[in-house]
C-alpha cells in the first residue's frame, strides 16, 4: 500500500448530509464484517501481500475450518480475492478501504486510552496532594 490518501472536512460532511438510508445499510453490514477480531487478523496477515490457507491459519492460530468460514465471509463481501493454484486458495486483499477504516480506528482507540490515561494521572495526581 504506497497510495497517499486524502479525506476532505467537506467530503466528510458531503457524506454524511447525502448517505441514503440503503447505504447505510450497506456500510452497517461492512462494520460488522469488521467487527470480528478474528477477520482483523486476517487481515493484519494479509496487508503485506496474498497467503495460502494454511499460511493465515498458522498465523492466525486458530482452527482451518475457523479461517474457512471467515474467509468465505469477506470473499462474499469484497474485502478479499482468491485464486487457486492447483490445491491451494491463496488470498489477498481486495478492498483496501478496509484497512484504513481499521487504522483510523486504532488511531481513534489509542487516542483515546491516551486521554483516558492522562485524566486518571491527573485524578491520582489531586489525590496525592
Known amino acids: 500500500m504506497n497510495k497517499n490518501v486524502i479525506i476532505t472536512e467537506e467530503e466528510v460532511k458531503k457524506w454524511h448530509l447525502n448517505m441514503p438510508d440503503e447505504m447505510l445499510d450497506a456500510v452497517s453490514t461492512r462494520f460488522k464484517l469488521l467487527s470480528e477480531p478474528i477477520r482483523l487478523k486476517i487481515l493484519r496477515v494479509l496487508c503485506e501481500q496474498e497467503h495460502s490457507v494454511q499460511e493465515i491459519v ?17 470473499l462474499e463481501n ?12 491463496y488470498y489477498r486483499i481486495a ?35
Open 58 to 74: 498458522n498465523e492466525v492460530n486458530t482452527s482451518q475450518a475457523n479461517i474457512s468460514k471467515h474467509l468465505a465471509l469477506m
Open 78 to 89: 469484497g474485502v478479499v480475492s482468491r485464486r487457486k493454484e492447483g490445491l491451494k486458495c
Open 95 to 129: 478492498d483496501e478501504s478496509v484497512i484504513y477504516s481499521c487504522y483510523l480506528s486504532s488511531r481513534s482507540v489509542v487516542d483515546n486510552l491516551h486521554k483516558q490515561l492522562c485524566w486518571v494521572e491527573k485524578i491520582q495526581s489531586n489525590l496525592s496532594s
